[in-house]
């Protein structure tokens, strides 16, 4: 198993990095459960208990959400690597860069359009770095992706207004880029300004637009030499980690008085500083280390034992959301809005099991299948594919994606098979493939997870036979898959069978489908999986 | 052994005590080994094609000898002569005996170089510490692994004792397995005389001159130090102070952030200190292909209590001493404008070796050499200040500057052997592998990605690069050391692997399967079949390989038409 998803290799890396983050490993295991989940039907055994056949299709006591898309289609798309600043002002229209001065800002890009805040990753350039047009200056956590930015003008990363680690809203100011090291001081002021309010502020009035040649600011900046360090009777020294700290807790790191060796600021006073108890890996790190003769006793600061905030719950840890974990609940919560209903339909799937034991050899997955299957019901059922975008209007999509809902370790991606109904079921095996090889490196570009125009969820392979979906946001339906089981059926001259039934659940969004619009659907989608002959062709 | 040296000392010394020696049946026995050696290499010569060269330096060869002490010309002490026994010396002078040449070794300091003694040696005992030491400090990863562990610590001392004792454990094991095969160890700094001809001896003692039909320069190098920076050994530091270990700074500088600046940033964060880089090139880790030096930047530094300056040269540094820390001033690469001034509690010097050549006599054999490296051709034959190659006489190893890797200089002396036993070899350096052994590796083989561009440009042909996470790689998960990339630059015409750079966990082991296949010449398409078990971190390179998109004959044909 690990092999045959080892094996396809990311097909190009384009501009984006492979993830750095290490607390997200991607659950290899339900990965291959979506693509082995008919395994476990053929291997499962007669079951002497009798499957009852879907009551009714609204399931109110089954687990939700699984299955949920973050992506909404037909948004408009945006290139790879996004450059940021006056470009930027398309979708911010507010924000036009006028030339006044050569400072730019950096702003917090939209990757994807689901995108409305970004955490920083890293800064790939430093303050004072000289930037060169297309070069990497930092990496952006999107809800669904790393990614690199570039820039699109030479210049100086005069400051960093978000850190590290830090998250802004898309649109914000992250730095700030200056032309000429003479204008890194204004640039400072500037990101001083920003910096503690991450919010986006208005640009500064434009004196004259195009009147670039005369700055004139209160504070002039005497000479081009000695940029950075403000030169005085004695320069503040702190350590790396110290600054780091500083950085992350906001620290001004001026402000903060060295009691480390030589007057330096150590990690210990940043922390007693920001009000936070030394840090558990200095105590914890029983170093037997000689301390320098010259090193003064270290007097702990008689303020670093605070007692700012409460004990949290004994046995109780707060972990924050990631990015992308934060998205799927802005998401589930958006929903809420839309008025949804469910229809659920048993459908036979001894033809398909046949079908896919034929085609496998030859790469087809399951998951292919089905969503061909449903690529070709929502070709005869334009309205199941079509999605309400303002309560008042039909948005009809000319292409049929299917967005497929995957799971990885902490998070849930959609990759999307575009065009699925016209692709031939081994293409779109090859596509899916590589999808997925492309979902487990987070390197899915913004289109290939948010142009799904219908939804597939599957989570028969744990044995559930129903399950209810939450609408994704933007779409018109979604369709939950339970697993196949074999049933005994009697049929209209009373002999009995035992045949494989899979319950599929559709929710979809009541105010453009309606139920009998839905059960239509449904009923083509279940012939077309009971004579999956066509699939192939 | 005694008898040899003796015997040795009469072809050369004018003592008619000795001299008269030589006619005495043991050390007939000598010469009659030393005869069919010699007989042997004479018919080889001829046959491989360097007979100009061979007559010019064997008629130098009577003059000297008859010179001397008028024993009878073609008669040499040795063989061959290596002076300088670290791992390049050690790895020529086996193959030497395996070839069955005579063979003596001249070291003038410990034997096993730089390697075992300050190099690559014990900073792998440092870094077994720093490893453990990383993992045990890593809440995140034993909570991750189910594990408990109260508060790691470590005892200097005995960090420091691991260190000395494993280079003095493989430095014995290097004279052992040298003396076992009957390689003559002489002591005393090595200079060349003249043609085939070397004194060596310790100061204040008189020098002995031996012979040998061949010599291979093998000094290796030293630290290489910045003028401007005064190294007390204590607070200002080089690598040979370093892994002594002698004590563990709250905050030290690195001076240059190559492999040796990588590795110790490694073993100091591990200990607790903090760290500064100075590197006076526009990016950490020059040198290696760009897109590991930005994932291992992420690793490696970014999380690390670690910062930096880049472009930057340290134009002084001056001791602690006085109440007054460590201080560094720093110089804009570009402008050579001064830029900022540190103070931190030690500078380790890590801005790479400079070549250990003075006082080996090479003015005596009109070779000049270039920034103190010794100009050699391919074949590691040293050339001289004309331009023409000087018979008999080789360079291996740091001395000679190609690769400043032990295992490259100890292949270059297997090279070097091969050849004076008439066996023509030119060693292939795209096949020989790098490692930097920080938390988790980084190795590589072959050119980086820019370097093939370009010679893909020069050359005419299309590249492709493939890459494989090691995140889908289930051993490697199983240890929870997903973080890591391998990446294969080739050609998609004929499946030639140009380069293969690896970071990840255990990457140094990692890459031998791309070097041999380097090496051998071995191509994509072929190695792809090739068996890996499974879980192992080895199948990162099988699925490398398997991903690789080699044309086949049908499409090719149908590009050029």
């Known amino acids: ?537 | 052994m005694h008898s040899t040296l003796s015997f040795s000392r009469a072809t050369t010394v004018p003592t008619t005590n000795y001299a008269f020696h030589s006619q005495s049946p043991i050390n007939l026995r000598f010469c009659g080994l030393r005869r069919e050696a010699f007989g042997i290499s004479i018919l080889t010569r001829s046959s491989s094609g360097r007979v100009r060269l061979s007559t010019r330096g064997r008629s130098k060869r009577i003059s000297a000898s008859t010179g001397n002490n008028g024993t009878p010309p073609k008669s040499f002490d040795y063989d061959l002569i290596i002076i300088g026994a670290g791992v390049g010396g050690h790895g020529a002078a086996l193959h030497a005996v395996e070839k069955g040449l005579k063979t003596a070794i001249i070291e003038g300091d410990v034997v096993g170089g730089t390697c075992v003694n300050r190099g690559c040696v014990p900073s792998k005992a440092l870094l077994a510490v720093s490893g453990r030491m990383r993992e045990l400090q890593s809440e995140h990863h034993m909570k991750a692994l189910g594990l408990q562990v109260s508060a790691a610590g470590y005892d200097r001392q005995g960090v420091a004792g691991h260190a000395n004792n494993l280079a003095s454990e493989i430095r014995s094991n290097l004279t052992n397995s040298m003396k076992a095969l009957g390689v003559d160890i002489l002591t005393g700094f090595g200079t060349i005389v003249g043609p085939q001809k070397v004194k060596y001896g310790k100061v204040g003692f008189t020098d002995n001159v031996v012979t040998a039909k061949d010599i291979i320069i093998a000094t290796g190098s030293v630290p290489f130090v910045p003028k401007g920076i005064e190294v007390d050994g204590k607070t200002v530091i080089t690598s040979d102070h370093a892994l002594k270990l002698e004590f563990v700074p709250d905050w030290i500088a690195i001076v240059g952030s190559g492999y040796i600046g990588l590795e110790f940033s490694d073993v100091y964060t591990a200990l607790g200190s903090e760290v500064t880089f100075i590197e006076a090139l526009d990016q950490l880790m020059p040198g290696f292909d760009p897109e590991i030096s930005k994932l291992a930047q992420r690793v490696l530094i970014n999380p690390r209590k670690i910062d930096y300056h880049t472009g930057v040269f340290a134009t002084k540094i001056t001791p602690a001493r006085d109440g007054k820390p460590v201080i560094i001033e720093l110089t804009d690469a570009k402008t050579k404008e001064h830029k900022d001034t540190l103070e931190v509690d030690a500078a380790l010097i890590a801005t790479g070796r400079a070549p250990f050549t003075n006082g080996l006599g090479l003015e005596n054999i009109n070779v000049v050499t270039q920034r103190g490296f010794v100009p050699v051709d391919e074949r590691m034959r040293v050339i001289d200040a004309n331009g023409n190659l000087v018979p008999h006489l080789y360079c291996i190893g740091d001395a000679n500057g190609k690769m400043m890797l032990a295992h490259a200089a100890s292949a270059q002396g297997i090279s070097v052997v091969e050849q004076v036993t008439g066996r023509d070899h030119v060693l292939n350096h795209l096949s020989v592998p790098a490692a930097c052994f920080t938390h988790p590796e980084i190795s590589m083989v072959g050119l980086t990605e820019p370097q093939a561009r370009e010679k893909a440009v020069k050359e005419g042909f299309e590249i492709s690069v493939a890459k494989t996470s090691f995140k889908a790689n289930t051993k490697a998960l199983a240890e929870n050391e997903g973080e890591g990339l391998a990446k294969l630059i080739y050609r998609p015409d004929n499946g030639e692997i140009l380069g293969v750079h690896i970071f990840g966990l255990h990457a140094a082991d990692l890459i031998h399967e791309a070097s041999n296949a380097i090496a051998l010449g071995t191509r994509i398409q072929d190695i792809k079949f090739a068996v890996h078990a499974h879980p192992t971190l080895s199948e990162v390179l099988d699925e490398l390989f398997k991903s690789a998109k080699v044309l086949d004959m049908k499409t090719l044909r149908k590009m050029k038409s």
Request: net charge positive; charged share 20%.
């Open chain 1, 1 to 537: 198993m690990q092999t045959q998803l080892g094996n396809a290799a990311f097909p190009r890396l384009l501009r984006r990095s492979l993830s750095y983050i290490p607390s997200i490993l991607y659950s290899l295991h339900s990965l291959l459960n979506l693509f082995h989940f008919f395994r476990f039907l053929s291997n499962s055994s007669p079951q002497s208990q009798k499957h009852k056949e879907m009551a009714s299709p609204f399931l109110s006591n089954t687990t939700i959400s699984f299955s949920s898309s973050l992506s909404s289609s037909s948004l408009p798309r945006i290139a790879p690597s996004i450059p940021f600043s006056s470009i930027r002002s398309n979708s911010t229209p507010r924000r036009i860069l006028t030339v006044r001065s050569k400072i730019r800002e950096i702003f917090m890009p939209a990757l994807s359009s689901t995108m409305t805040e970004g955490k920083i990753v890293s800064w790939v350039k430093s303050e004072g770095d000289v930037l060169s047009k297309g070069e990497s200056v930092v990496v952006v956590e999107s809800d669904k992706a790393d990614m690199d930015v570039e820039t699109f003008y030479d210049g100086i990363l005069a400051a960093i207004v978000v850190g590290e680690g830090e998250t802004a809203p898309v649109g914000a100011a992250i730095g700030i880029l200056a032309e000429t090291e003479d204008e890194i001081a204004e640039a400072k002021a500037k990101a001083a300004s920003k910096s503690g309010a991450s919010t986006p502020s208005a640009p500064p009035p434009a004196p004259a637009p195009g009147a670039a040649s005369t700055p004139g600011p209160p504070k002039s900046t005497p000479a081009p030499a000695a940029p950075t360090v403000a030169e005085g009777p004695r320069k503040t020294v702190a350590t790396p980690f110290a600054k780091k700290l500083a950085k992350q807790h906001k620290v001004d790191i001026e402000s903060v008085v060295g009691t480390g060796p030589y007057g330096r600021i150590t990690p210990e006073d940043i922390e007693a500083a920001a009000g936070l108890s030394p840090s558990k890996k200095n105590v914890g790190l029983a170093v037997v280390v000689e301390t320098k003769p010259a090193a003064p006793a270290k007097a702990p600061a008689a303020s670093a034992a605070p007692s700012s905030l409460p004990p949290p719950v004994p046995g109780s840890t707060v972990v924050p959301f990631t990015t992308m974990q934060a998205a799927v609940s802005k998401n589930m919560v958006e929903s809420l809005s839309v008025p949804t209903f469910r229809v659920g339909y048993p459908v036979t799937t001894d033809a398909l099991d046949a079908l896919y034991e034929k085609v496998k050899p030859k790469g087809v997955t399951m998951t292919a299948l089905l969503a061909k299957a449903a690529a070709m019901a929502l070709a005869q059922h334009p309205l199941v594919n079509s999605s309400c975008k303002d309560g008042k209007s039909f948005t009809y999509n000319s292409n049929i994606n299917i967005a497929v809902a995957v799971a990885i370790n902490g998070g849930l991606i959609t990759p999307v098979l575009q065009d699925a109904d016209k692709l031939d079921l081994y293409l779109l095996s090859q596509k899916w493939k590589e999808l997925v090889e492309k979902a487990r490196a987070k390197q899915l570009q913004p289109q290939e997870y948010n142009s799904g125009t219908f939804t597939l969820s599957n989570l028969g392979m744990f044995g559930v036979d129903r399950f209810d979906a939450i609408l994704p946001p933007g779409q018109g339906a979604i369709m939950a898959v339970g697993a196949s089981k074999p049933t005994v059926v009697a049929d209209a001259d009373g002999f009995f069978s035992v045949k494989n039934k899979m319950l599929v659940n559709v929710t979809a969004d009541h105010r453009i489908i309606y139920g009998a619009d839905l059960a239509a659907f449904l009923q083509t989608f279940s012939k077309i999986v009971e004579n999956p002959e066509s699939l192939t062709l």
